[in-house]
C-alpha cells in the first residue's frame, strides 16, 4: 500500500518562500498522478495542484497560479511544492495525495492516498 509522508512545513514571513516534500513508498508512483491539496481552518479542503507522471504537465488552482511550483523526482519517489511570493491567506495544512494508479488527468478527483499534512503558517 502506498504511503505518503509531507516534510518542509512550518513559519515563514509573507513574501517569503517554502519548499514542501512528499515521500512516497510503493511501486506505482512513478504511474500515479500527484496532487497537492490545503486547508485552512473553517473551509474546505481546496485542491492547490497536480503533477503528471514523468512532470511533464502540471496543473494549479488559479489561487496559487504564478506563485507555487510543483515538481517531482521519480527516481526518489519524490513530489515537491515550492511555494513562493507566500501570502498570509496560505495558511494552511498542506496535503500530499496520489491519484489513482494509471489515471492521467490532472484535476482534483479521484486520490486514493493522502498523507497526514503538514502545517504551513505565514506571518504578517
Known amino acids: 500500500q502506498m504511503q505518503l509522508v509531507e516534510s518542509g512545513g512550518g513559519l515563514v514571513q509573507a513574501g517569503g518562500s517554502l519548499r514542501l516534500s512528499c515521500a512516497a513508498s510503493g511501486r506505482t508512483f512513478s504511474r500515479s498522478v500527484m496532487g497537492w491539496f490545503r486547508q485552512a481552518p473553517g473551509k474546505e479542503r481546496e485542491f492547490v495542484g497536480a503533477?503528471?507522471?514523468?512532470?511533464?504537465?502540471?496543473s494549479y488552482a488559479d489561487s496559487v497560479k504564478g506563485r507555487f511550483t510543483i515538481s517531482r523526482d521519480n527516481a526518489k519517489n519524490t513530489v515537491y511544492l515550492q511555494m513562493n511570493s507566500l501570502k498570509s491567506e496560505d495558511t494552511a495544512v498542506y496535503y500530499c495525495?496520489?491519484?489513482?494508479?494509471?489515471?492521467?488527468?490532472?484535476?482534483?478527483?479521484?486520490?486514493?492516498?493522502w498523507g497526514q499534512g503538514t502545517q504551513v503558517t505565514v506571518s504578517s
Open positions: 495525495a496520489a491519484r489513482r494508479y494509471g489515471y492521467t488527468g490532472l484535476g482534483p478527483y479521484d486520490y486514493d492516498y
Open positions: 503533477i503528471s507522471w514523468s512532470g511533464g504537465s502540471t
